[in-house]
């Protein structure tokens, strides 16, 4: 058996940061774990502009202590009227690494997206010519489409369309929760790629509603039935290079959890390697660990592998029921058990 892993330093290719008090509380855990992430622009009000993205990422780095390997890559919320030149100059100025697609109120903060693909086209048509990812939170938000099939109907509604008018735009497909996602993926070429979370991987629908409602199980996409967490399972321990890691970690303070409309989102953060080293151990590939979560990714996007190397051993960790955050508090994912890999 297995006792200790040693990776290249993995990266989170789609992480929530927030700001404020709530930034200084998070960005630690991220940046001990990862050594570049995604960061999602679902401020209120949204990264926009590359001024904004760049005064963001700069408040990023201030809350962390000096001298911390970490490197924010900033994305662009696209809107109805985003402008391709400045979304084209922010990224040829090395402060957009991608553009993220929020359909209109998909999810938190998601007011400010688009209400129509059509409305940004010639967006999309520049960030094809230079090669900037598109980041697509892939769900539909009409009110008549079950909650649990709008992931299935977005691929059929939206992306199948987008990618034939735009073959060759790079699009990550994020936080995939279905097999139809996975199935979809797979059939398409090497420009179209998907991230997974660690919660996907480990719950299906009934943990919302284990005994009771459960906010903290509660995110979006929503979690589906166990025949697609398995179909999850298969893709991210493939070894394809279309899966990579993200982990989606959204926190909310527990007030806004523990709500009678709480807010969705998972906080994985604190333990997020060790929840992806269980799953790829139960699934014996943990030697495709380090291609997920250190390889694909950079590949995808285009940019170096990380040179540094993290270890893992197997050794018990108790993940505590709540976590101290700027006079509130945070439930973990995992919140009150244990996981058997621990970095060291
Ligand atoms: C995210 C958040 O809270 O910002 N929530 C979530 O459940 N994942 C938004 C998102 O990425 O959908
Ligand atoms: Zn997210």
Redesign the pocket.
């Known amino acids: 058996m297995t006792d200790t892993i040693t990776i290249r330093r993995p990266d989170d290719w789609h992480v ?1 940061l927030r700001d404020g008090a709530m930034l200084e509380a998070v960005a630690p855990f991220t940046a001990r774990q990862f050594a570049r992430a995604i960061i ?1 622009p ?1 401020l209120s009000p949204p990264v926009t502009t590359a001024a904004s993205a760049a005064a963001y990422r700069d408040r990023i780095m201030a809350a962390l202590p000096e001298g911390t390997d970490f490197t924010p890559l900033m994305t662009c919320y696209l809107t109805d009227d985003a402008d391709a030149d400045d979304i084209a100059a922010g990224h040829a100025a090395g402060i957009f690494t991608a553009a993220k697609l929020y359909p209109a109120n ?5 007011a400010h997206g688009v209400t129509d693909v059509a409305h940004i086209m010639p967006v999309l048509e520049r960030m094809q010519d230079i090669g900037m990812p598109l980041l697509v ?1 892939g769900e539909v938000t009409d009110g008549d489409i079950d909650i649990f099939d709008r992931e299935a109907v977005f691929i059929e509604r939206v992306l199948k369309q987008l990618i034939a008018a735009l073959p060759d735009l790079k699009i990550v497909f994020e ?1 995939i929760t279905t097999e139809q996602a996975v199935q979809f993926v797979d059939s398409c070429g090497p420009n179209i790629a998907a991230t997974i979370t660690p919660h996907h991987l480990h719950i299906n629908r009934n943990a919302m509603f284990a005994g009771g409602i459960r906010p903290h199980a509660y ?3 929503v979690a589906k039935r166990e025949q697609h967490r398995l179909a999850l399972r298969k893709a991210a321990t493939s070894g394809s290079p279309k899966y990579f890691l993200g982990t ?1 970690s ?1 926190p ?1 303070e527990i007030h806004a959890k523990l709500s009678a409309c709480g ?4 906080f994985n953060a604190p333990y997020a390697l060790e929840s992806y080293a269980a799953v790829f151990e139960e699934e014996g590939a943990l030697d495709r660990l380090e291609a997920f979560a250190s390889e694909h990714g950079p590949n995808f996007y285009g940019l170096p592998l990380n040179e540094a190397m993290v270890s893992l051993e197997r050794s018990n960790i108790h993940v505590p029921d709540d976590m101290e955050s700027a006079g509130s508090r945070l439930v973990p994912f995992h919140a009150g058990s244990d996981l058997h890999w621990r970095i060291l």
Do not use: E
């Open positions: 929530h999602m679902n998909a999810t938190t903060n998601s939170h936080h995110c979006l996409p989606d959204a909310h807010c969705a989102g998972i």
